[in-house]
């Protein structure tokens, strides 16, 4: 039985339909990790917060922007070490803190001491530690600070600081290091990119409903 006119129309259209929601959802797709990093315009500011999850290519982005002179001041967040490091100071063994690797590499490249601020407190996740740079940030009357994080985690970082920071008048810059090796144009092509991307995209979704902090 031949279709009417009006239902080939019908069909059509939804084929057509079909067809722009399949390419939206590829477009989406194969954007998906220039999503996650995506950086604000570089400017001055008062101070480089230095999100802790690397060893060196966070902290080697954060004494690049000071040595070209963005701010005076280095804000690096301590993370809480895994049970294994705690077991082999308690026999007597010296294990440094990255943060104080990352410290001394800074000093060595032209970063003095005094320039770098290092929280007592141990940090467990991105929330935790939007809520030490606005203890920082206020104390010190901060107006503009640059968070340098790795390119895939600067969305949902972004998010978190901004959250804790809401009212202030405290302007946030997200920086990715330019020390990270992802490539989010390509994401999908590098397993270790893919990892990432599925981690942070989960998470970044849990931060955006209010289903919890994250790390």
Same mark, same amino acid.
């Given at each position: $039985? /031949?279709?009417?006119?009006?239902? !080939?129309?019908?069909?059509?259209?939804?084929?057509?339909?079909?067809?722009?929601?399949? /390419?939206?959802?590829?477009?989406?797709?194969?954007?998906?990790?220039?999503?996650?990093?995506?950086?604000?315009?570089?400017?001055?500011?008062?101070?480089? @917060?230095?999100?802790?999850?690397?060893?060196?290519?966070? *902290?080697?982005?954060?004494?690049?922007? =000071?040595?070209?002179?963005?701010?005076?001041?280095?804000? $690096?967040?301590?993370?809480?070490?895994?049970?294994?490091?705690?077991?082999?100071? +308690?026999?007597?063994?010296?294990? +440094?803190?990255?943060?104080? &690797? &990352?410290?001394?590499? $800074?000093?060595?490249?032209?970063?003095? @001491?005094?320039?770098?601020? #290092?929280?007592?407190?141990?940090?467990?996740?991105?929330? &935790?530690?939007?809520?030490?740079?606005?203890?920082?940030?206020? /104390?010190?009357?901060?107006?503009?600070? !640059? #968070?340098? *994080?790795?390119? =895939?985690?600067?969305?949902? *970082?972004?998010?978190?600081?901004?959250?804790?920071?809401?009212?202030?008048?405290?302007?946030?810059? $997200?920086?990715?290091?330019?020390?990270?090796?992802?490539?989010? +144009?390509?994401?999908?092509? *590098?397993?270790?990119? @893919?990892?990432?991307?599925?981690?942070?995209?989960?998470?970044?979704? +849990?931060?955006?409903?209010?289903?919890?902090?994250?790390?």
């Amino acid at each position: $039985m /031949a279709l009417s006119p009006s239902r !080939i129309r019908i069909r059509r259209a939804l084929t057509v339909a079909a067809l722009v929601l399949l /390419a939206s959802g590829v477009w989406a797709f194969l954007r998906f990790g220039l999503f996650l990093s995506h950086e604000d315009p570089l400017q001055n500011a008062d101070a480089i @917060l230095v999100l802790a999850g690397s060893r060196l290519e966070r *902290s080697l982005e954060a004494a690049d922007l =000071y040595r070209e002179g963005r701010a005076s001041t280095i804000l $690096m967040t301590d993370w809480l070490p895994e049970a294994a490091i705690g077991l082999i100071r +308690a026999q007597g063994i010296p294990f +440094a803190r990255d943060v104080d &690797q &990352q410290t001394e590499v $800074m000093e060595r490249l032209g970063v003095p @001491l005094s320039a770098v601020l #290092v929280p007592p407190r141990l940090h467990d996740n991105t929330a &935790q530690e939007a809520q030490t740079l606005l203890e920082y940030a206020t /104390a010190r009357g901060w107006k503009r600070v !640059i #968070v340098v *994080s790795a390119k =895939y985690h600067l969305r949902r *970082s972004g998010f978190a600081i901004r959250r804790e920071l809401a009212g202030t008048g405290i302007e946030v810059i $997200m920086r990715a290091t330019r020390y990270d090796p992802s490539n989010p +144009a390509r994401w999908w092509a *590098s397993r270790a990119d @893919l990892r990432w991307v599925l981690s942070e995209g989960t998470k970044y979704v +849990a931060y955006v409903s209010g289903l919890g902090a994250g790390n």
